[in-house]
């Protein structure tokens, strides 16, 4: 691999000529390919690769210039290293990796990706991503780690239960597993039985304290949002709807019509097409799951309480297709109303004064919910005290067993 100098990387013999760079990323060094298609033949492509490290990003992002175009694909920190690179390149662009998986010719390597995003990149056929704004990706990530809190809880529950249903304990679906069994039935239980669902009993209540928590800082950020306030007038939707709406969808002008809108949450009908056939099954799923979960679960209030436009379409198409069947076609009209509001700033029309009321009074008492503070139990006092790689080594060796233990 032919090494290059950072500061050399896009400069050309005295011209403007663009210069297009690949990146792929991985979690300890970066691959990356400088395309230049006006320069001579055996000067056109060349590889590098850097450690992915703080220092090292420095100097890669000192040797770019307004003639540098960018290119990598959606990764963990891509957007840390969008914001990075385009403080210098002419151009950051972040790719769809399901869309490239797709492009690709089955060949799977560090050159080979690296080279595609930058001929990609010439050719202007980067199938490009939204790259939304700080506050977006904040309210994304909590929304993220709430649902994974949500299934933690979700495990717990159900390992409880199992545990109860060797005893012939058949809980119901909504009953609350720290209260269903006495002390005395408590003890009467195996000790190993005891001791799994104690711990399921703690971990139902720290992942309940946790979402909570997660749910105040998501009420303090959105707060403010007037898309999420007009999104809580449709009956049915509540914070975490409103909120998972807003984040996922981010610019709703960035879509061209209703079609672009379900298909970006996956709920368009997957549609089989050759020569005379034309058969549409279930919803392709292709979008986002957070999105299209939070929908499924909002239809599910939007049937059952609204009386306006959307219930009403609801009772239609389970006349026709059953319930199952319409909550998902309630679920994709919610979407597409809930992107007309956007775009027009109109509340919904069936909306109910007192629920909006009660959902704006909700919101305010989260947002009062105490904030997480570190605590000294878990936060190293090495890590408070001492600055960057000095506190790490610090806390590998408080945590690395000593040679006569390991013996």
């Known amino acids: 691999m032919a090494a290059l100098r950072f500061e050399n990387l896009c400069k050309g013999r005295g011209d403007e000529v663009t210069c297009y760079i690949g990146l792929d990323l991985h979690k300890r060094y970066v691959h990356g390919c400088r395309w230049r298609p006006g320069a001579p033949v055996d000067q056109q492509e060349k590889h590098f690769r850097f450690p992915n490290t703080p220092p090292h990003w420095s100097r890669f992002v000192d040797g770019l210039d ?104 058949d809980l119901p679906r909504e009953a609350d597993l720290r209260r269903w069994l006495s002390c005395e039935e408590l003890r009467a239980l195996p000790t190993v039985d005891q001791a799994i669902l104690l711990s399921a009993m703690r971990q139902i209540t720290f992942a309940e304290e946790e979402i909570a928590a997660i749910e105040g800082e998501l009420a303090r950020r959105v707060a403010g949002v007037p898309d999420v306030k007009l999104l809580l007038t449709i009956t049915g939707v509540g914070l975490i709807t409103a909120a998972t709406i807003w984040a996922v969808l981010g610019e709703a002008r ?6 672009q809108v379900t298909r970006y949450a996956g709920l368009d009908a997957s549609v089989h097409q050759s020569g005379q056939q034309h058969r549409q099954g279930q919803i392709s799923k292709n979008g986002s799951p957070l999105l299209r979960t939070a929908l499924v679960e909002a239809a599910h209030s939007v049937a059952r309480y609204d ?7 609801y009772q239609r198409k389970r006349r026709h297709l ?8 309630l679920a994709r009209k919610l979407l597409i109303v809930a992107w007309r509001m956007l775009l027009t700033s109109e509340p919904y029309r069936a909306a109910n004064p007192q629920a909006v009321a009660r959902k704006q009074r909700d919101l305010r008492k989260k947002a009062l919910y105490p904030p997480r503070t570190p605590d000294a139990t878990i936060v190293l006092p090495a890590a408070c005290q001492e600055p960057g790689a000095k506190a790490r080594r610090r806390a590998m060796r408080s945590t690395t067993p000593r040679a006569s233990a390991r013996a």
């Open 322 to 329: 059953g319930h199952r069947k319409a909550i998902v076609a």
């Open 307 to 313: 009386i306006g436009p959307l219930g009403q379409f």
């Open 66 to 169: 307004q003639t540098c175009w960018v290119a990598l694909e959606v990764t963990g920190s891509a957007f840390e290293v969008h914001d990075m690179l385009s403080a210098r390149a002419g151009k950051v662009l972040l790719a769809n990796p399901l869309a490239l998986k797709r492009l690709a010719s089955g060949r799977h390597t560090d050159r080979v990706d690296a080279t595609r995003l930058a001929q990609m990149l010439a050719l202007g056929t980067v199938p490009a991503v939204w790259t939304p704004p700080h506050p977006v990706r904040e309210v994304r990530r909590l929304l993220h780690y709430r649902d994974r809190l949500v299934r933690t809880r979700r495990r717990a529950i159900t390992q409880g239960k199992a545990v109860l249903g060797r005893h012939s304990h």
């Open 254 to 259: 960035r879509f061209a019509g209703p079609k």
